[in-house]
C-alpha cells in the first residue's frame, strides 16, 4: 500500500469533508416531510419515545405531519404499528432526532452523515483495491457529485443506510483479501510450494467485520441478502484462487472446507445474529406489534423449542413478507414506478417533492419572471457519470472475464447484486431510489476504467512500448495489483491524464448544472425544464 503519510489521508479527508459539506448545506429545507419521510421520521421517533412503533393520530389526512410541524409531538395512539421494514435504520434515523430534534434536520441529520461516511469508505476500498491514492480519490469524488447519491442523502429514507453498510461490508472483505494473502505468504517463508494447501485460517477478523456489516444492512432492508450470498461465493472463490496460487491440489474442495466453513460462520452466521439482535428493542417491549403472538397460538411439534417471544418475531416476519408479496401491493400504481430496466440509462428518475404555480414575487419567484416558478427536489443520477457507468460496467463484464482482473469483478457483483433481483418484482411499484446501492459500484467500475485510461504509476517495459496497461496477475481471484497514476512523461499517459481529468470535470459541472432540482431552488418554469432532458423525466 502507497503510505498515508504522503497524502493518503489528507486527501480522503478533504474529499469526504467537500462531500460533507455539499450535503449539510440548508439540510432542513424544505422543512416538512418529503414523499417517505412521513413514515421513517414518525416510526424512528416512535422508537425513541416508546421503545417500539405505535401508530399515529389520522383522523384527518396529514393532520400527524402538520402537527409534528407546528411543534406538538402527542400525534402517537397506544396501539402499535405494523412497519415493513426491520428497524436498524429507523433506530440511525432516531439518533439524529434525539441529537438536534423532532424537525426537518433532525431526521434528515443521520443520513447526510452516513451519506458522507460511504464516500470516506469507497475511497478506502478503492484505494486498497488499485494501491492508488488518485484512483480511491476518484472514486470518492464522483459518487460525492452523483444527484442520486446526493438526494438520498438528504431526506429521512431508509436506503441511504444500507448502501453505508454494505459499502463497508465489501470493503471489510477487500481488506480480508489482503489479509489472507499476506498470512499465506508468509507461511511459506519465501520457499514455493508444489503441494501443500497452505496454513489453516480459522480466525479472520476482517470477515466477522463484515457480518456484522451484512448483518445491519439486513437490518436495514432485507434487500442486502442478495449481497450477502453473491459476496459469500466471490469471497470463497479468492481463496481458492489464492491457494492454487500457492501450488495447492485440489484447491476447490480442500478450500471448501478450510476456507468455505469458516466463512459462512464469519460472514452468515455472524449476519444472522446481528440481524436477530437488531430486533432487541421489538423483543422487549411486549406492546410491540405482534409481540403477544405467542401467548395466543400455542406452539406445536418443533415450534415447542422456540422461545416464544421468537415465535412471535418469526410471525411478525410473515406478516412484513405478506405484505410485500401481497395483491394488495401488486396490484397497486404508482406516477413514478420505474422499471428496473431503466435505471441504469436514469430512464424514469423520482420526483420526492414538488410545489407548482409560484407566482412571481412570492416565495422566492423573481418579481421579473417571465413565468411562474417552481421549486422541485428529482432524485436523478448525474447523467454524464451514469452514461460512462454503463460503458465502465460492459468494461468490466470483459476485463474480469477475459483478463482475470479481481477487482473489476467486485464493481459488477456489486452491481448486480442491487440491480438484477428487482427484476423480480416487477409486478408491483418499485422506483429508481432503490438504485442507491447500484451507485457506489457503478462508480467503482468508472474509477477502475479511468485508472486503466490513466496507465500505471511506474515506467514498465510496457509503457515503453506504448502498448497499454498490463493488468492485475493472477486469475479471476488472483493476487497482483497495478499501481495507477499519472507518474512518467508518455505521450500515451499525458493523452490519458487530460481524457480522465477532462471526464471528472465535466461531471462535476454536470452535477452544478442539476444543484436546483436537487435541492429544492426556486426556478422558472423554462429553467427547470430546461433539465428535463426527457419527457420521461417529468
Request: aromatic share 14%; glycine share 10%.
Amino acid at each position: 500500500m502507497p503510505r498515508d503519510f504522503d497524502g493518503g489521508w489528507i486527501a480522503t479527508i478533504a474529499i469526504t469533508c467537500f462531500a460533507a459539506i455539499l450535503r449539510f448545506w440548508n439540510l432542513g429545507n424544505p422543512s416538512k416531510f418529503v414523499f417517505d419521510e412521513t413514515y421513517y421520521a414518525k416510526d424512528a421517533y416512535s422508537l425513541l419515545r416508546f421503545g417500539y412503533a405505535r401508530q399515529f393520530i389520522d383522523s384527518s389526512e396529514g393532520i400527524a405531519d402538520k402537527e409534528i410541524l407546528k411543534g406538538n409531538l402527542d400525534v402517537f395512539k397506544d396501539t402499535p404499528s405494523l412497519t415493513v421494514h426491520p428497524e436498524v435504520g429507523k433506530w440511525m434515523i432516531a439518533a439524529g432526532e434525539q441529537l438536534f430534534g423532532m424537525n426537518s434536520f433532525g431526521w434528515r441529520f443521520m443520513p447526510a452523515l452516513f451519506g458522507t461516511l460511504t464516500i470516506l469508505v469507497l475511497i478506502r476500498a478503492v484505494r486498497r483495491m488499485t494501491r492508488s491514492t488518485l484512483i480511491g480519490c476518484m472514486a470518492g469524488l464522483l459518487l460525492a457529485v452523483d444527484g442520486l447519491h446526493f438526494v438520498m442523502s438528504r431526506v429521512a429514507l431508509l436506503d441511504i443506510f444500507l448502501a453505508f453498510w454494505l459499502v463497508c461490508a465489501v470493503a471489510c472483505l477487500i481488506c480480508d483479501r489482503d489479509w489472507m494473502r499476506s498470512r499465506l505468504a508468509k507461511a511459506l517463508d519465501g520457499t514455493p510450494s508444489t503441494g501443500a494447501f497452505g496454513r489453516a485460517l480459522w480466525f479472520r477478523p476482517w470477515r466477522i467485520a463484515a457480518g456484522v456489516c451484512f448483518g445491519l444492512a439486513l437490518g436495514v432492508k432485507w434487500n442486502a441478502i442478495w449481497f450477502v450470498a453473491v459476496f459469500g461465493l466471490l469471497t470463497f472463490a479468492w481463496d481458492v484462487g489464492a491457494r492454487r496460487a500457492i501450488g495447492a491440489h485440489n484447491a476447490f474442495w480442500r478450500s471448501a472446507v478450510r476456507d468455505g466453513i469458516p466463512a459462512f460462520l464469519s460472514i452468515v452466521l455472524v449476519a444472522v445474529i446481528t440481524y436477530t439482535a437488531s430486533w432487541t428493542g421489538w423483543l422487549l417491549h411486549d406492546q410491540s406489534y405482534g409481540h403477544d403472538y405467542a401467548s395466543k397460538h400455542p406452539a406445536n411439534g418443533v415450534m415447542k423449542v422456540v422461545p416464544d417471544d421468537f415465535r412471535s418475531l418469526l410471525n411478525y416476519h410473515k406478516e412484513v413478507l405478506d405484505f410485500h408479496t401481497s395483491d394488495y401491493i401488486n396490484n397497486a400504481t404508482h406516477p413514478y414506478s420505474s422499471h428496473p430496466g431503466g435505471w441504469i440509462v436514469l430512464a424514469r428518475p423520482i420526483g420526492f417533492d414538488a410545489v407548482n404555480d409560484i407566482a412571481p414575487g412570492t416565495h422566492g419567484c423573481e418579481a421579473k419572471a417571465p413565468t411562474k416558478c417552481l421549486s422541485v427536489i428529482s432524485a436523478i443520477g448525474t447523467p454524464l457519470l451514469w452514461w460512462a457507468g454503463l460503458l465502465a460496467l460492459i468494461a468490466a463484464a470483459v476485463l474480469w472475464i477475459g483478463q482475470r482482473d479481481w477487482r473489476f469483478g467486485v464493481a459488477l457483483t456489486g452491481f448486480v447484486a442491487g440491480w438484477v433481483p428487482w427484476f423480480m418484482y416487477t409486478d408491483r411499484p418499485i422506483f429508481f431510489f432503490y438504485a442507491v446501492t447500484m451507485i457506489p459500484f457503478t462508480v467503482m467500475a468508472v474509477a477502475l476504467a479511468l485508472g486503466r485510461i490513466l496507465g500505471p504509476g511506474r515506467p514498465s517495459p510496457d509503457d515503453l512500448a506504448d502498448s497499454g496497461l498490463a493488468p492485475a496477475s493472477g486469475s479471476a481471484s488472483g493476487s497482483g495489483s497495478v499501481e495507477y497514476g499519472v507518474q512518467g512523461s508518455s505521450p500515451r499517459r499525458l493523452i490519458g491524464s487530460a481524457a480522465v481529468g477532462a471526464f471528472v470535470v465535466l461531471v462535476v459541472l454536470n452535477f452544478a448544472y442539476l444543484w436546483p432540482i436537487l435541492t429544492d431552488q426556486v426556478l422558472p418554469h423554462p429553467d427547470w425544464l430546461s433539465r428535463m432532458w426527457f419527457k420521461s423525466w417529468i
